[in-house]
């Protein structure tokens, strides 16, 4: 079975809540026509299932602003990456992931890290491992301290701005973060190297798609 449900941004209230037996286009399209008014303006935000853009032209036309759910965007990057990553995979992640929140701290602190991590992997394997563990440590303590603050303060992760995300997801390309993603991570351990070898992260984060 598969569940399609409508949320009210503003107020969080449910609008449609329907379970079907299949998931294909008619069945999106028709769900949609019953259940919103398809002549005015709207914003969706939606999960990363890529059949969506399609149906949303043909029923909303040019009325439709459509938005990639960040929570979705953020766990995609995440799960890319093995589980023990080393400091080098840590810092690529959290540039990706600073698109769309400011991740610049953890950065900061990462970079600190890598030329130690270079040094360390020209010695024996022993004392590489145990200079990663201490190193997570660290790192993990230090973002166990950011959240803290954060809560003290009551306060979320930055969001980035529609234009800071543009601009960090062309810098990404520039810099050729994500490009230097895909080779790196079919060498060590990525979540996902089919669908021709590239990580599911670089197929979504590219110049010209809604980030908002």
């Keep these: ?82 589980r023990k990553t080393s400091i080098e995979q840590e810092l690529v992640k959290y540039k990706l992931l600073n698109i769309f929140y400011n991740r610049d701290l953890e950065i900061e602190f990462l970079s600190c890290l890598i030329e130690e991590e270079t040094a360390m992997l020209q010695k024996s394997h022993k004392e590489y491992k145990a200079w990663i563990k201490e190193a ?19 306060k979320n992760l930055e969001l980035r701005t529609y234009c800071q995300r543009r601009s960090k997801t062309v810098q990404s390309w520039r810099n050729k973060t994500v490009h230097l993603l895909i080779p790196e991570l079919k060498l060590r351990g990525c979540a996902d ?11 979504f984060i590219q110049p010209g798609l809604e980030y908002k």
């Design 1 to 82: 079975m598969y569940r399609l449900t409508l949320l009210d941004s503003i107020s969080g209230q449910v609008i449609a809540d329907e379970l079907f037996d299949s998931k294909d286009a008619d069945t999106i399209e028709a769900f949609l026509r019953r259940n919103l008014d398809t002549h005015k303006p709207i914003f969706i935000v939606t999960d990363l299932y890529r059949g969506y853009s399609e149906i949303f032209k043909r029923v909303f036309g040019n009325k439709v602003t459509h938005q990639l759910c960040l929570l979705h965007l953020n766990k995609l990057i995440v799960n890319d990456f093995p």
């Design 136 to 154: 997570k440590h660290l790192f993990h303590e230090f973002l166990h301290n950011l959240e803290l603050k954060r809560r003290r303060e009551d």
């Design 193 to 203: 190297a089919g669908h021709g070898g590239v990580p599911r992260v670089a197929r």
